[in-house]
């Protein structure tokens, strides 16, 4: 039999901690070659992100300060899945709450795995279209520092090239949804 033809045998699993967005988990395994070993896994709900179109074309980005980073990265505007909620739910909840639009037309543009060398997380890349401003958005999360920015599509490709952009699943979307930009 070759190797990779069945799966790892799970011997052990024991969750290391327990958090708000995700848990961490230390499971021991015996491989198919009957090696064994310990493999760490973050369990993540998963999270939904939109490349939002105002009518005249712009991209509806935000600059968010992220604490892992110790500073602010340029990002399409996502969220993590709440339990239960679909990932059509979570984006349109995200893009009113962090730049206070809501859109009239949705394409999901595909899914995809964040960091599959230590993470479960999926996310899901949708573009939003007839975008309508807010005249009272819903309020920011407590813990969240955003500022809303407007860019063209070249823009964002330079801020991509440029290293300005930097953030994986928005650059991903942003390719995913190149084909539907003018």
């Given at each position: 039999?070759?190797?990779?033809?069945?799966?790892?045998?799970?011997?052990?699993?024991?969750?290391?901690?327990k958090g708000r967005k995700f848990n961490f988990e230390v499971n021991r395994l015996r491989l198919p070659n009957k090696s064994e070993g310990e493999w760490e896994c973050v369990r993540?709900?998963?999270?939904?992100?939109?490349?939002?179109?105002?009518?005249?074309g712009k991209l509806v980005l935000t600059r968010q300060y992220r604490f892992?980073?110790?500073?602010?990265?340029?990002?399409?505007?996502?969220?993590?899945l709440e339990v239960g909620?679909?990932?059509?739910?979570?984006?349109?909840r995200?893009?009113?709450?962090?730049?206070?639009?809501?859109?009239?037309?949705?394409?999901k543009l595909g899914e995809f795995f964040l960091a599959p060398g230590y993470s479960d997380e999926i996310i899901y890349a949708f573009l939003a279209t007839d975008l309508e401003l807010?005249?009272?958005?819903?309020?920011?999360?407590?813990?969240?520092?955003?500022?809303?920015?407007?860019?063209?599509?070249?823009?964002?490709?330079?801020?991509i090239y440029s290293g300005d952009l930097t953030?994986?699943?928005?650059?991903?979307?942003?390719?995913?949804a190149k084909p539907f930009l003018s």
């Open positions: 039999m070759a190797l990779g033809s069945e799966p790892p045998q799970l011997l052990r699993q024991r969750l290391s901690y993540h709900p998963g999270g939904a992100l939109a490349v939002p179109v105002t009518p005249d892992t980073v110790q500073g602010r990265l340029l990002e399409f505007p996502a969220g993590t909620e679909a990932p059509a739910g979570t984006i349109g995200e893009i009113q709450e962090e730049v206070g639009y809501r859109a009239g037309q949705w394409k807010l005249e009272n958005p819903p309020k920011q999360d407590d813990d969240e520092d955003i500022e809303t920015v407007l860019m063209t599509s070249k823009e964002v490709e330079q801020a953030d994986a699943k928005s650059i991903c979307s942003f390719m995913l």
